[in-house]
């Protein structure tokens, strides 16, 4: 079993990640950029796509390569930084959102939640 402990090494390749997704949106050239083809088809086909990998990740959790389940994780995260940025929200709202439910279990975090 591996550890899940590298933070700094995650935080820095979502942050240049981030900055990427940030240029490309600016760019807004979607015949050179998937980011900005993404970006112009607007927050649902952004949800469409985190579904797709997020289905491809479950299933390379229960099928494929350790290896696999790495590269469908990184596809996860880029999608949903995506659709983050097609809605305007930001890294440090997630942020905020994970800080705010330090300290309190899952159970009891899910079980707190109020419907939207």
């Known amino acids: 079993m591996t550890d899940l402990a590298s933070p700094a090494r995650l935080s820095a390749a979502l942050a240049y990640l981030a900055e ?9 050239d979607a015949g ?6 993404l970006l112009a088809k607007g927050p649902d086909a952004c949800a469409a796509k985190v579904a797709e990998e997020g289905g491809e990740l479950a299933e390379a959790v229960r099928r494929e ?11 996860v995260l880029y999608h949903v930084l995506v659709a983050l940025r097609s809605r305007g929200v930001s890294l440090d709202d ?15 975090e899910k079980a707190a939640r109020k419907s939207d």
């Open 94 to 108: 997630v942020a905020a959102s994970l800080e705010s439910r330090q300290g309190t279990s899952g159970i009891d």
């Open 65 to 75: 390569s350790d290896a696999r389940v790495a590269s469908e994780a990184a596809d």
């Open 20 to 28: 990427t997704i940030d240029a490309r949106a600016a760019e807004g």
């Open 32 to 37: 050179k950029s998937w980011t900005a083809k």
